[in-house]
Each structure stands twice: as C-alpha cells, then as structure tokens.
C-alpha cells in the first residue's frame, strides 16, 4: 500500500497489491484521470492525454493552445460554466448567482489512516498503517472556495473511496447548489451499466445494459434512498460474467436523497458521478463553515462480479458495520407480523413465545400495534407508551414472560413518522416534514416527522430512551414506511433546500446516540422491507429487513441482487407461511427454509397454526442452520445461477475462510417433462482438496468446480430445493 507523487510525471499514484489508482496534474491546475484499473508498478510518463483542436472546443483563458481544452480532457472533479459542457461535479454560487467557477489545484498532503467524516458514516480503520489517504486541495481564488478532494486507499481491499469537503475562506457566504461525492472520466465507453431498480416488494432487480450516447441518471428525490433505486451502479466489460471480467463498482455511504449519473461524451469518454441529489439540495456556507459529502466506495475487480461483490462484502463488514455484534452469529427470530398483523393480545404473543421457544427459536420480536391506541396504521405513531388493552401486564412483565421461556425480546418502533391521529401530533402539528401554506400529502396515512429539528429528536428520544431503560430489549427493528414531500421545515432558521440533508444528519445524530447508550442491542433497518437498505444505515444497523415480500421466489431474486454489494450477515431473511401473504404463491417449507437460511433466518407466521409435521420439519431446520450459521453469515459468498438468466433456477454456494467446508443450495423454480440431466459446477473450494457430500460421495474439488456433479434426478416439481454440504477429508 502507497502513495506517491512523482514531480517529474505530476502524478498521484495510489496502489496496493490490488489495484492502482492514478490522478495527473495538468497545466499546473487540472486534475486529470489518468488510470484505474489493476496494479501497476509505476507511473513512468506525465499524462499523455492526445491533445487536438476539437471543433467548439473553448481553452482556457491563460492558455494559448487551442489543442488543450476541458471539453475533452478527463477529469478527477469538473467545474461549471467554464468550457466543460458535461455535467459538473459542483456548483455553487454568490450574491450575483453567477455560477462561472473552478477549483483549480492548489496542493496536497498525504497521511497514514483515514479520517472521520464529522456526522457522516464511512468507512474507518482501527489502525493507521491500514489504510493511506490524499488530500487535494482545490481552490477558488475568485470565490475563497476551497475543496478538498479526499481519496483513502486500503492496504487489503481493492477500494478505493473519495469524499470532498468545501470550505469557505472569504468574506460572503456562498450558496452549494451541487456537490458531488466523486466524479471520474473513463478513456472509453465499451460498457455496460449494472444498476438495481425496483418497487416494494420487488427490491434490488438486476438491471444490465449498454452504455449509449447521453446521460443515464438514476436517483432518488423521495427524501430516502427508497426502493426505487440503489444508490450503487457497476460499469462492466461486455464479456465480464460472474468469474472473469473487469468491474467496476460505485457505492455512496447515504441514506438520503442521491444521484448518480453515467455520462458518455462526443468522444466515447464515459463520466460517472455520485452523490447528493441537487434536486431538494441547496446549502448556505457562511464565511469559515465547510460543507461534507458523504463518501463513495469505489471497487476493482478482474474476476468478475462476485470478485466485486466479495469485495464490497468484505469491505463493509469489517471497516463499515461497528459494534458488538458486527461478527456475532445473529439470532433466528420470530416476528409475529404476518402471523397475527395488528390483532393480538398478549395471550397470544406469550402462546407463539411458548411454542417458538420449543422449536428453537431465540429471539421473539413483538412488531407493530404495541403503542398508543393502535390498531391500525391511522394512529397512534409518535406516541411511544404502551397500549394497554392489548398488553395490560406492560411490556416489561411481556419481555420478562419471554426472557424466561430462553429467549430474547425485540420491539418494532417506527420513530421518524407521526399520526395525525396522535397526542404528538394535536401537540405540535408543525413537528412534521412540510411546506407551510401548502396541503400536506399523506402516505399510509401518516406523515414524516422533522427531523431537522432538534426539539423533535430529542422528545422521540426521550421517549424511547423511557422504554429501553425500563424494559430488556434485545433487539430492535427500526421502520420507515413512507416518502418525503413537501419537503420544509416550520424552523424559520432552516433554508428549505437544506431540509433532506439535515433531515439525514439528524437522523445520524439519533441513532449514533442509541448505539453508544445500548451497545448491546441488535438493531435492524427496516423501510417496508428493503427501501432504505445502504452503506448508511449499515453504519449504525448491522442487519436490515431485505423485503416485506417473503415469498421464497421471489426472495431468489431479491437477496441475489442485494447480495451483489451487501455481506450476507446484513440480510434477514424468513420463513413465512402459504399461500404467500403478498403473491398467494404456494411452496414448500423445504424451499422456503432454504432460502431463508441463505440470509439471517427467521419466521415470519403464527407457530400455533403449524402441524405436528411442521413443527417437526421446523426444529430440524432450525438445529441444522445453527450448525451452520456462522459460515453462512460470515463465510464467502459466491453466485453461481442467476434467477434473471431463465427463470427456472438459481444456485449459490457458502464457503468458509479455509475451504474447509462448504454448503451448496440450488433451487428449481419452474420444472420441465422430460428435462435433459443438469450438470451444475461448484466454485469457491480448494482444488488441492477433497470433499464428502452429504450424501456420501467422495470428490476432489478439481473434480467438483471443472467437471461438476449431475443434480439429483429425483427434483421434480416447481418450487423445489435441494442442500449439499461438503467437508474436506484427507486424501
């Protein structure tokens, strides 16, 4: 791991065993983008860039080649209105809203470890000699803007991730109107874009395409990263696949609204950015203040997209998720949502308590109509005490009942939203996200809470921290269940396009406070299932609730594109009951259990419904994925079928850190009459060792990766699974 710059090149080269990454310092002022990719030893040249009299292509005002021209030229971070008609990286602006400007190189400074991004989350490191970091300063001398470019490379991860903070050194405030987290510019245009769109229900769908002329812009302006898109994207070569193949990730550590463009030139030359979305975005930096972008991890992998996955795994599970449980083993739950909705009693709660703790399950997790007079989603959010007509005992008498059956208790809060049919709410109505004068929209029939405000926070803090510190909690699913509009604060100090953004922070802010004083509770994001699943709520949350949707189908396609960036120990997965709550699909419990056990494994049904079968078939699955859970959420993750390429299968193989032992799932979702035999090749194990099946065959892992085994003639049906675990023996 170094990095260097050489005066003779004028160049920045950071590299490790993994990857180089090579920036150019052009005119004495611009940053060029000079190589990313694999390793190289050293940069022997200053850029070489081919400079040429482009048609309406402008040159700078202190240059008098006509063949140098930022129109062209790749760049590390672009300004505005100053000859580069590509989409810049900022803008910003004075008293006059004139927006010509540009952040021309000033200097740097290279240091050992990484730096906190004050109220932000991002990647760290325990120890300096880690990780390396470069600063670039940037400098406007018109304006007194300053920017500082920050590019922190890992000694064992192909990664590299870029921020920039902005700092005003003059004497007028200035106006951010833009600020992207990272901008870089690629030679060439032979790509494809890899992105993960989707809906509730339907999160993280893999998406891949040609790159073409023009601008490909995904984003969110719904106040959150949402379910719509993912604030990632990949650019791939055309024959990249699972194994071989350059990618190239792009991930922004937010949880709030973001951009991401893909822009390809007149000249084939490919820009890709990353950031906050300008849309709501608009930030008053007074004279002396700095301004922070959140930070974006960016991935190189040769071997293809599980070589990027791996590393996006890897990566943020031991230099992103924190705290005490960011390698312990997570407990299978059960959450008595689907099974019992807003109608129960807490004779109920204590029956399902009852026979899970028979069954093996070790946390029960008591999920929403605990509160207020809730009995519906119409009321009662904001209002954090217990209802008493359902649990007249009070939640501390429930989670002592729970705690004694061998269990642990969690609790559903969902505190960023109010009811309009709430104390809260008749107590302070101007508490929530809105635009004064303007009707306020409505999603589940509540709305966003200002979380802008200090004063807000700290009374739904005091509110929770008023529980927690009367009841053992263990765990706690956190919920987000609808969008932001209207998007204003009553504050009158607080500018309206810096509402999203401080909305973010102060959420930050809150659920930095809960994890440092409840160190020992396991939280979980939720935002109806999977839309607000990113590197941001990763940060405080170690685990997140992948999808409402827990038909086991359609969880092939979900947790296959969710695991193209997040580890698996971040993924909770469980088993519900058929016909299926939100697709009325019927399939099997085996099938089911096999898909819930390739993520955290939980129960999502009501346990007193089940046969004495069931219950039988739910024990074994529960002992069997104890056995193993530890490799499963901890282990190498690989994709090997992918449930977009026909529809008819999927498969994917767990394989612990010495290749000791591995677990193979594969899964048959549509079946065909007489069906040729399939041959499925396994990756990920040693092929200097030898493995026996579970079902007693003894095979080499040369054997098992290049030539394969034949699946088991005997799956026959839709809906179907089978399991193989293999351990290593002596040759």
Not at 34 to 62: E, L, M
Not at 172 to 200: H, N, T, V
Not at 462 to 491: C, F, H
Not at 695 to 712: K, S, V
Request: a negative charge; glycine letters at 8%; hydrophobic letters at 35%.
């Amino acid at each position: 791991m170094n990095i260097v710059y050489d005066q003779n090149t004028q160049t920045f080269h950071l590299s490790n065993k993994f990857v180089s990454y090579v920036i150019a310092v052009e005119e004495d002022k611009y940053l060029s983008h000079y190589y990313w990719g694999k390793k190289i030893k050293k940069v022997h040249s200053p850029s070489d860039y081919p400079r040429k009299d482009r048609a309406f292509a402008p040159n700078p005002d202190h240059i008098q080649d006509r063949h140098f021209s930022l129109a062209t030229l790749p760049q590390e971070y672009s300004g505005t209105d100053i000859g580069d008609f590509r989409v810049s990286s900022y803008t910003y602006t004075d008293i006059t809203g004139l927006r010509a400007n540009h952040l021309n190189y000033h200097g740097y400074s290279i240091f050992n470890g990484k730096k906190t991004l004050q109220g932000l989350p991002h990647t760290y490191v325990k120890l300096e000699q880690e990780a390396m970091t470069l600063e670039i300063q940037l400098i406007d001398s018109s304006h007194g803007m300053s920017a500082f470019l920050q590019y922190t490379i890992f000694e064992d991860h192909p990664v590299v991730t870029r921020s920039v903070r902005f700092q005003n050194n003059g004497e007028e405030a200035l106006s951010i109107k833009r600020a992207m987290s990272m901008s870089i510019d690629l030679p060439d245009s032979d790509y494809d874009l890899i992105q993960f769109p989707g809906a509730w229900g339907r999160e993280r769908e893999v998406l891949r395409s040609s790159l073409v002329r023009g601008i490909h812009t995904l984003d969110s302006k719904r106040g959150t990263t949402s379910h719509t898109y993912q604030p990632f994207l990949a650019l791939v070569r055309k024959d990249t696949d699972e194994f071989s193949g350059e990618a190239y990730g792009f991930h922004l550590i937010y949880s709030g609204e973001f951009l991401g463009n893909v822009e390809v030139d007149s000249f084939s030359q490919t820009r890709v950015q990353l950031g906050i979305n300008p849309e709501h975005f608009e930030w008053k930096l007074g004279a002396g203040e700095t301004f922070q972008t959140p930070e974006v991890v960016m991935s190189y992998s040769e071997e293809g997209l599980n070589g990027m996955s791996r590393s996006f795994h890897e990566l943020y599970q031991n230099k992103l998720i924190r705290g005490k449980h960011q390698y312990r083993e997570r407990p299978v739950l059960i959450n008595n949502w689907e099974g019992t909705y807003f109608n129960f009693t807490e004779e109920k709660i204590l029956n399902m308590a009852e026979i899970s703790a028979e069954l093996g399950i070790e946390l029960f997790v008591l999920d929403d109509g605990w509160f207020g007079k809730r009995d519906d989603d119409y009321s009662s959010l904001g209002d954090w005490t217990v209802y008493k007509n359902k649990l007249p005992n009070g939640l501390k008498a429930l989670s002592d009942a729970i705690h004694k059956k061998g269990m642990k208790f969690g609790l559903w809060f969902e505190p960023e939203m109010v009811s309009e049919d709430s104390d809260l709410y008749r107590s302070h109505p101007d508490w929530c996200i809105h635009t004064p004068g303007i009707p306020k929209s409505r999603g589940r029939s509540q709305l966003v809470l200002d979380f802008s405000r200090k004063e807000v926070r700290d009374n739904i803090l005091s509110q929770m921290k008023a529980i927690l510190d009367e009841v053992p909690i263990d765990y706690i699913k956190w919920d987000y269940n609808r969008n932001m509009t209207e998007l204003g604060s009553a504050a009158p100090e607080i500018m309206p396009g810096e509402v999203a953004h401080r909305y973010i922070l102060g959420l930050y802010e809150m659920l930095e406070d809960l994890v440092t004083t409840y160190p020992d509770i396991l939280f979980e994001s939720c935002s109806g299932g999977g839309g607000r699943y990113d590197p941001g709520m990763l940060y405080y949350m170690p685990q997140t609730w992948t999808s409402d949707n827990t038909d086991a189908a359609s969880r092939l396609e979900i947790q296959y594109g969710t695991s193209m960036m997040f580890p698996i120990s971040s993924m909770g997965s469980h088993v519900s009951d058929v016909p299926n709550h939100q697709v009325n699909r019927y399939s099997s419990l085996e099938m089911r259990g096999h898909v819930a056990m390739s993520g955290n494994l939980g129960y999502e049904l009501d346990v007193t419904k089940l046969t004495e079968p069931e219950k039988e078939a739910v024990k074994e699955q529960i002992s069997w994925y104890k056995s193993y859970r530890k490799l499963i959420q901890f282990g190498n993750f690989y994709r090997i079928l992918s449930p977009y390429d026909n529809k008819q299968h999927t498969a994917w193989i767990f394989v612990d850190q010495n290749k000791e032992t591995a677990i193979y799932f594969y899964y048959q979702i549509m079946d065909k009459a007489n069906k040729p035999s399939k041959m499925l090749k396994m990756t990920g194990l040693d092929s200097e060792k030898t493995y026996r099946l579970d079902d007693g065959r003894i095979l080499g892992g040369d054997e098992l990766m290049y030539r394969g085994i034949y699946l088991d003639p005997d799956l026959s049906g839709d809906y179907k699974s089978r399991c193989i675990v293999l351990h290593s023996i002596e040759s």
